[in-house]
């Protein structure tokens, strides 16, 4: 392996070889309409970009901004919806992506963290907080949590410490880092 | 995840149309979604009907307020309408799952869940036995750890308890559901879910001589498989309150140990109409009939309350984990018929 090759590089890489490999020989498009079809095309946006996609019927959200997408900021921690790692939005509402089938999602605009900071660069509010209140310990839950906690002050629940434990308890973290994130979710709150 | 067909329906009446053999309705999906990678649903084809417009409004329609089925959990729960008049529904649906899922999940799919059995739920092939899983394999709750499972209306087949809060809530509420399979019919929330001992009556009713026993362990609502959930309809009593109670052994984002959903129409101190559901106690919301019955005309005090509450004892029927569960539902009912009064 080439010393220019990073580990992420190099198991996408892998991935696709082995996505091309399981592709039957001879699949075409399936035929837009109201066909049940086994695999599926899906016109979507994702962090402002639109996004065309043909992929097997049970892809998930998560599965393809990971996979195919290359965007794997979003975590896949439990994949059944009980760790919050995979959290993103959708049409603004924060789901768990391992949850939703990308055939799901024609139409909707998506946002993963890799879309929660500004365009130049510049961190979003609840980003800075993170790093300002030492909210993360691990980082895989980081993520989640902060697409979580930008939602979470968006919907007007980040009210109180009480309310933000209730309203981020779908965000687990295994560090325990919740004091931290917690504060640092309420100090972007202010800031909003 | 086995692959599948998936076509989306514009309209109920396209959607029941569409389903044939091994076909599965999705909206939210996720339940369904783990229940496929568990292998407890091998749907071929998952015909989407979350995109049906216009079954997700909440309104007040003449006294009754009609939620549709495409409602999500978090949108029910913090509608003026319903924080107004079902105050125990909005916190039932609040006080379920977490956030992520609450915007995802909808109200039509939450009483559709199957039972958290940690025997149930497991990856196929399963070691143990499941009755709900394959019938006539037995089941390993029965006299294995079954300190979540069912304290009422069991029987020896399967001791699984129903998870959902909401659906206590609509029970609590004498909600219908208004179904559509070759026709439209409403199906009270009280009768929808069915506990073991009820589905040994509807599998001898039913006469399939040619099934094992065993099979009753699958039957869990009185919603045909044909049939699709639109709205639920809830009767909107004008000075009745509500109230819902969760306890868990985490404060959010945990299943119920056992919950309580309560109403309460009060006359010059004295209890005129009182509704109570218990959840997590058996595989269906259990109204307490006869507790209901014997506070007409009490006092909102506790002693009174806990005194219509001992039907409750002698009716249930405990497994070796699980004793704890009847004072635990006895208390809760109190305090959520107390809350319910205003009394905190």
Known sequence: MTDSLSRREFLGASGAAVGVALTPAGATAAPKGRTAERMVDVTCNVNGRPVSAHVEARTTLLDHLRERMDLTGTKKGCNEGACGACTVLVDGKRMNACLILLAQCEGRAITTVEGIAQPDGSLHPVQQAFIDHDAFQCGFCTPGQVVSAAACIAEGHATSEASVREWMSGNLCRCSAYPQITAAVLAAARRA | ?344
Request: hydrophobic content about 45%; overall charge neutral; charged content about 20%.
């Open chain 2, 1 to 344: 995840m086995q692959n599948f067909s998936y076509v989306s329906a514009a309209r109920p009446e396209e959607a029941v149309k569409a389903l044939g053999r091994g076909c599965a309705f999705i909206a939210g999906g996720t339940e369904l979604l783990n229940w496929m990678r568990l292998g407890i649903a091998t749907p071929d084809t998952l015909i989407d009907i979350g995109g049906m417009e216009g079954h997700s409004r909440i309104e007040r329609t003449g006294d009754h307020l009609i939620i549709g089925a495409l409602a999500t959990l978090n949108e029910v729960g913090e509608h003026p309408l319903v924080r107004a008049h079902a105050t125990v529904l909005a916190d039932a649906c609040l006080k379920a799952a977490s956030p992520q899922i609450r915007n995802r999940a909808t109200l039509g799919g939450n009483v559709l869940q199957k039972t958290r059995c940690a025997y149930f739920r497991s990856e196929t092939p399963l070691p143990w036995g499941c009755n709900k899983r394959s019938p006539g394999s037995g089941c390993a709750a029965r006299d294995g750890l079954n300190e979540l499972h069912a304290v009422l209306g069991w029987a020896d087949h399967c001791v699984a308890t129903h998870p959902s809060d909401p659906a206590v809530a609509l029970a609590c509420l004498d909600a219908s559901a208004e179904v559509m399979g070759k026709r439209r019919r409403m199906l009270p929330m009280t009768d929808f879910h069915v506990s073991q001992v009820e589905a040994q009556a509807m599998f001898k009713a039913a006469g399939t001589g040619s099934l094992l026993p065993a099979h009753e362990a699958q039957i869990e609502t009185r919603l045909a498989r044909d049939e699709l959930i639109l709205a639920y309809h809830i009767p909107i009593h004008d000075g009745e309150r509500s109230a819902y109670l969760k306890v868990r052994e985490r404060e959010s984002y945990e299943y119920a140990l056992v919950s309580a959903a309560a109403t309460v129409a009060l006359d010059g101190g004295l209890i005129t109409r009182a509704r109570i559901a218990l959840g997590s106690v058996a595989q269906k919301p259990w109204r307490l009939v006869e507790t209901e019955a014997a506070l007409i005309g009490r006092r909102l005090v506790r002693e009174e309350i806990s005194a219509a509450l001992r039907t409750l004892f002698e009716q249930a029927r405990p497994l070796a984990h699980n004793e704890y569960k009847v004072q635990l539902a006895a208390n809760a009912a109190l305090r959520a018929v107390l809350a319910a009064g205003g009394v905190s």
